[in-house]
């Protein structure tokens, strides 16, 4: 079932790309930083979480480097997706209170369909998401401090008690502060360690990277490149929509925002850890627990202190894509109902399921995550197809 998709999202991307007349990639870079950046921040907070880093390990490790080849190809293609998810989200939007808000949900005029595309955004988005982001942090934890589970969620619990009586305002507050720091010190950190083993990186690239492009790795790197792709950009998933309608510039530059977001992740966070990777396993050998192979990776390369720098890196990414989960959750109940009983209800769930992350198998997550975003996807692809015939 996957492939069929896969194929279909090629040709809608196609499509598109003709439809727009390329304008996914005319991007304008140093025009998009003169303009305000809430939505950028709020778009990369939803989006480069701790998949940004574990997606690319993982899909190494099961797909090989052949599958990070699938994840830039797919992810710059489908920019003409990211293009017409975040038009619509723009055209779509309605106003809440000061702000406005829009997602999958608002686009399509079908009630059946924009109710079970709100229900799977918060299952998706709100609460399974947080669980992946909750797991992979305390796994992270656990690896390298000597600590219970019990006082983890402890912990845990008191930050999201916190940040479930923040208000949007100073939820996007927060985001604008946290997100380019997390990001630049990551990326910096990460640059350090390329350039101090750049020969390393260039004798393994000789070792790993010289069939990738040969037709049989290729395919076996396909489905788990493409996939996580999606995962990691959130293709249809409704978030890039939701992100454009916050936006307060001119929709174009709200538009390139969005692309410009995709590219950053996919790029430049890709392109870091596949380095990382490669220069770890030229001296040593790699091991099929994703949380394991890149706390291996940190410290063979920093010493003890990448992996403290790691367990913060992943807090910090995990914690804007909680914020920006919550926040998505939080907005939407509040424009469909002004019940606090109903609000309250989803606070207790959203903590109770981030929490649970902590305890549930990850592999148990993953089972029902993909078959959610399959069918996420169908339902944002037949919005958009219909939504085509009225332009």
Partial sequence: MWTILIIFLFALSIYLSIKIKFKNYNIKIKELMKNDKTSLYLTLGTKIGVGSIIGTTSSIIIGGFSSVVWILVFSFITTSIIYYESYLGRKNRVKLKDDYIGGPNFITKNKLISFLS????????????????????????????????????????????????????????????????????????????????????????????????????????????IKRSIFMNELLIGTTSLSSATDKNDINISIRYQIFSVLFITIVMTLLISSLILIYIYNNPI???????????????????????????????????????????????EYYTKSKYILNIFKLTFITITLSGIIVNNFFIWNYLDTLIFIMIIINSYSIIKSLGSE
Avoid at 122 to 143: A, H, K, R
Avoid at 292 to 307: D, E, H, K, R, W
């Fill in 287 to 333: 091991t099929n627990d994703y949380n394991v192979l890149i706390n291996n990776i940190f410290i063979n390369m920093y010493g003890s202190i990448g992996s403290l720098f790691l367990i913060i890196i992943l807090i910090l990414f995990g914690f804007t894509t909680i914020l920006s989960g919550f926040y998505i959750g939080k907005t939407n109940i």
């Fill in 118 to 225: 709100f229900i799977l955004l918060l299952i998706i988005y709100s609460f399974l998401f947080q669980m992946i982001q909750m797991n992979t942090i305390s796994n992270m934890i656990l690896l390298n401090v000597n600590i219970s589970k019990k006082l983890i969620i402890i912990i845990f619990m008191i930050i999201l008690l916190v940040t479930i009586n923040l208000k949007v305002k100073d939820i996007l507050r927060i985001m604008n502060k946290i997100v380019p720091v997390m990001c630049l010190i990551f990326i910096m950190v990460c640059l350090y360690g390329i350039v101090i083993n750049y020969d390393t990186l260039i004798l393994s690239s000789k070792v790993y990277l010289k069939d990738i492009f040969k037709l049989k790795p290729l395919l076996c790197g396909m489905i788990i490149g």
